[in-house]
């Protein structure tokens, strides 16, 4: 369990760091320190579907015995 731990906090800390890009979009310190985000490499549309991608494998990724992680994770998700 505790590698599918490890592996699914990796995951949602990705897909929390594009959600943020996303977020700060061209107001935030990244854009206007001409730092290299998700949103700069890929554009929105990409970074979305990104997070999308991210945000599933790290509950497909979660073990079955911890069903309120998944809770979790979906509550965090239908909020961004």
């Given at each position: 369990?505790?590698?599918?731990?490890?592996k699914a906090g990796e995951?949602?800390?990705?897909?929390?760091?594009?959600?943020?890009?996303?977020?700060?979009?061209?107001?935030?310190?990244?854009?206007?320190?001409?730092?290299?985000?998700?949103?700069?490499?890929?554009?929105?549309?990409?970074?979305?579907?990104?997070?999308?991608?991210?945000?599933?494998?790290?509950?497909r990724s979660l073990p079955?015995?911890?069903?309120?992680?998944?809770?979790?994770?979906?509550?965090?998700s239908s909020t961004n």
């Amino acid at each position: 369990e505790r590698g599918a731990l490890k592996k699914a906090g990796e995951l949602f800390g990705i897909a929390f760091q594009i959600i943020d890009d996303l977020e700060d979009g061209k107001e935030g310190s990244d854009h206007t320190n001409k730092k290299a985000t998700s949103l700069t490499l890929f554009g929105p549309e990409k970074a979305r579907e990104m997070a999308a991608s991210f945000l599933d494998q790290a509950l497909r990724s979660l073990p079955k015995a911890m069903p309120a992680l998944e809770t979790l994770f979906l509550s965090y998700s239908s909020t961004n």
